[in-house]
């Protein structure tokens, strides 16, 4: 029985991690990093067009009317004033020069188009193709106003592990796809960062459906509590350098120092617990007393019945030892047995 809950136990350790494993490596792509000058010169536009102007783009046709409308209502917008300094922000700052794309475009022919039942298309093929270009190149795109400087959390994207991993701007906010959809805030919400997240990381839907979870899925907590997505200097884009330190950000108490501490191990909450889900109590990777048992001898106290004292406690071991992860107070033999 004990024999076969270790092996349980195990298996339910091991299964998520071989799932993430090999989640992650579906999501990595075998592109060539380029030198950066590549990726300018690709996000430049054909050199032979010239900028137009958003009311020359949209005047004769109105197909795009309600993304003009959303950009302009956004933060981003062309609304704000040439006075406050930030750059202003049009279609071509990102779809890149427009005159090819409308030549020949005129009210007539708009009309024309309308009595034959037919839709005007500009010729969107001499824009930039921003959807295939490489994700450093639409990143690129973005950074050219949303410097380091201008936009304080993006000051760590290059050494995160999405800039890294292929992942762009574009693969968290859309732009153009959400003003068509008439959402013109482009700001994420901490409530959407899970499903956002999701998209890629399914294995850690996965771990959040398990019995014991933190809770993310009941909204009051989230991803970016933990992690910033637009990278960090730290692993796994933890907020804090190291994983006790992000755990402390709320659960203080454990941090110490105490004068009775659990030996180097608290070092790492990891070592015990999993710091999405688990299956067991309390997000333990393991169930008690086998979490224990890794590491220690199950044992017998004198105040233990005749009968119980031939075998030892193989329950819970935090029913007696109750503070696991350090305490100020001695036990009562004057060790520190985080018994009290
Ligand atoms: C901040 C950068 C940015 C600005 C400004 C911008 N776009 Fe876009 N646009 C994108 C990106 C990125 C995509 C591709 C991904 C997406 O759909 O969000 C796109 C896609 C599109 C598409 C294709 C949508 C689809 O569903 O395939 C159209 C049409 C478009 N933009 C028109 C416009 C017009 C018109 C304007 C000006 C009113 C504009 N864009 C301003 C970045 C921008
Ligand atoms: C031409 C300059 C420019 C470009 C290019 C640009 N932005 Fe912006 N963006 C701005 C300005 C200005 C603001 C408003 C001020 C701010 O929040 O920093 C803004 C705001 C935002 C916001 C916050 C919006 C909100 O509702 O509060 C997001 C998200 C954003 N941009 C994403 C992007 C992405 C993704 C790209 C690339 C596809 C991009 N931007 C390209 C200038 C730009
Ligand atoms: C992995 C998903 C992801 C990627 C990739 C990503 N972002 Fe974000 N972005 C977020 C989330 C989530 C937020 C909400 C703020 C937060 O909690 O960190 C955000 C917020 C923002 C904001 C609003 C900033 C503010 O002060 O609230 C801007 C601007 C922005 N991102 C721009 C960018 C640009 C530019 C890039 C590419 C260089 C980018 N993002 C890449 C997920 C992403
Ligand atoms: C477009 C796909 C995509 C989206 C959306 C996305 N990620 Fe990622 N993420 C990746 C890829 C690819 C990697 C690199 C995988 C690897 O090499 O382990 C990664 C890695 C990570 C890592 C591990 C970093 C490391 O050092 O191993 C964390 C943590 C992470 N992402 C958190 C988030 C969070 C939080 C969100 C939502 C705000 C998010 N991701 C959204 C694709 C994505
Ligand atoms: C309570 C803090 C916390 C929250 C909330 C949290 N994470 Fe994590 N996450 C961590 C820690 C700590 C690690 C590192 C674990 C390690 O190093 O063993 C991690 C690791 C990861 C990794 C890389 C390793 C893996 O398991 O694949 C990804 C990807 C990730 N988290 C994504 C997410 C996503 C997506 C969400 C939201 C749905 C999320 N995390 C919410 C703390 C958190
Ligand atoms: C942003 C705040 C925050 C951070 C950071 C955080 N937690 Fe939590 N933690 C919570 C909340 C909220 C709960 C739920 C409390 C409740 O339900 O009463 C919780 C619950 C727990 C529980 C009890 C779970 C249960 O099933 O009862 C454990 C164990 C735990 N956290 C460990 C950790 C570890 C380990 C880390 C670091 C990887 C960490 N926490 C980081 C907020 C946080
Ligand atoms: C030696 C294994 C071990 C390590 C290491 C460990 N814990 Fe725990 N933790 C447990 C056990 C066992 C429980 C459940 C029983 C209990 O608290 O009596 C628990 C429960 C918790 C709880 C929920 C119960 C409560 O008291 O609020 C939180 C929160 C928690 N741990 C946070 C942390 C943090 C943060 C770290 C890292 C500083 C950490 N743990 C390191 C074993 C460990
Ligand atoms: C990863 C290994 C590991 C795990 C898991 C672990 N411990 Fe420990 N524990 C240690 C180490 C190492 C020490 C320090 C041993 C020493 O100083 O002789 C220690 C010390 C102790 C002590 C004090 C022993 C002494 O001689 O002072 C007690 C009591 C204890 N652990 C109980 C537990 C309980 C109960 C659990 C399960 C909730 C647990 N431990 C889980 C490694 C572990
Ligand atoms: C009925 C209460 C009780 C239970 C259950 C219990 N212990 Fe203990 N344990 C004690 C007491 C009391 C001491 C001695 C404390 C002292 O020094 O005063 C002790 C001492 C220890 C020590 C130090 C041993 C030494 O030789 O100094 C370790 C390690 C330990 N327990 C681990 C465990 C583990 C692992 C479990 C679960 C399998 C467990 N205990 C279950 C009460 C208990």
């Known amino acids: 029985m004990k024999f076969s809950g270790i092996i349980y136990g ?7 991690v071989t799932i993430a494993i090999s989640g992650c490596e579906s999501l990595k792509s075998s592109r060539a990093i380029l030198p950066m000058k590549e990726y300018e010169r690709m996000i430049v536009g054909r050199l032979d067009a010239q900028y137009v102007g958003t009311q020359n783009c949209l005047s004769a046709c109105h197909y ?4 003009r409308h959303n950009l302009d209502a956004s933060t981003m917008g062309v609304q704000l004033s040439r006075k406050s300094g930030m750059p202003l922000v049009n279609c071509e700052s990102c779809h890149g020069p427009g005159s090819l794309a409308i030549e020949g475009i005129t009210p007539e022919k708009v009309e024309m188009d309308a009595k034959n039942g037919k839709q005007t298309a500009c010729n969107y093929t001499t824009l930039i193709d921003i959807k295939n270009l490489p994700a450093q190149a639409q990143s690129l795109i973005c950074l050219k106003c949303h410097t380091a400087n201008a936009t304080f959390n993006l000051h760590n994207w290059n050494a995160g592990a999405h800039a890294f ?3 762009s701007c574009i693969s968290c906010h859309s732009i153009c796809s959400a003003f068509k959809m008439g959402k013109y805030d482009l700001k994420v919400q901490p409530k959407d960062t899970a499903e956002m997240c999701y998209k890629c990381h399914q294995d850690v839907r ?3 459906s398990l019995p014991t979870h933190h809770p993310v899925p009941e909204k009051k907590l989230f991803c970016t509590d933990c992690h910033d997505a637009h990278g960090t200097n730290n692993d796994k884009l933890l907020r804090k350098e190291t994983v006790k330190q992000t755990c402390a950000m709320c659960h203080a108490d454990k941090e110490g120092p105490f004068v009775y501490e659990h030996a180097e191990i608290t ?3 990891t070592t015990c617990h999993n710091p999405h889900g688990s299956v067991s109590n309390n997000l333990l990777i393991l169930r008690e007393p086998f979490l224990c048992l890794q590491c220690h001898q199950g044992h017998s106290t004198s105040a233990a019945s005749a009968m119980e004292r031939k075998g030892a406690y193989y329950t819970q071991c935090t029913y007696c030892h109750s503070r696991i992860h350090g305490t100020d107070l001695p036990s009562a ?5 985080f018994t009290q």
Do not use: T, Y
Not at 64 to 67: G, K, P
């Open 10 to 16: 195990i298996f339910l350790v091991v299964l998520p």
């Open 64 to 67: 795009h009317d309600e993304i």
């Open 165 to 167: 991993s292929d992942v």
């Open 206 to 208: 996965a771990e959040f």
């Open 267 to 269: 070092e790492d909450c």
């Open 333 to 337: 033999s004057g060790k520190g047995k």
